[in-house]
């Protein structure tokens, strides 16, 4: 004889349906946590991979910004930031 039917009515316990109801909704949970989990772990990577390209296009422009430049050239720059940079 099945332990969770109740001998009276041949069907399940109350105390059964609702453990096998907690089992399913407990389960269904997990396999959303882990889907939600998952997606937020590419998001996570999608956006450090777009800070990162963001990061390298700056620096590409700076290095272009500053090609072809001579020291003299790049000593006013900086000595013009500099004043700038003070005086505020």
């Known amino acids: 004889m099945d332990p969770d039917l109740d001998p009276d ?7 059964s349906w609702s ?6 909704v407990l389960e269904e949970y997990l396999s959303d946590r882990e889907a939600l989990d998952q997606q937020s772990k590419l998001e996570q990577d999608a ?3 777009s800070l990162w390209l963001s990061f390298q296009n700056s ?3 700076v290095a272009n910004l500053y090609k072809g430049l001579t020291i003299e050239d790049l ?9 700038i940079v003070v005086s505020n």
Do not use: F, G, H, V
């Open 19 to 24: 453990r096998n109801w907690e089992d399913q």
């Open 47 to 49: 956006s450090a991979q």
């Open 9 to 15: 009515t041949d069907r399940l316990s109350e105390s």
């Open 59 to 61: 620096a590409s422009s």
């Open 75 to 83: 000593t006013k720059s900086c000595s013009l930031l500099l004043i």
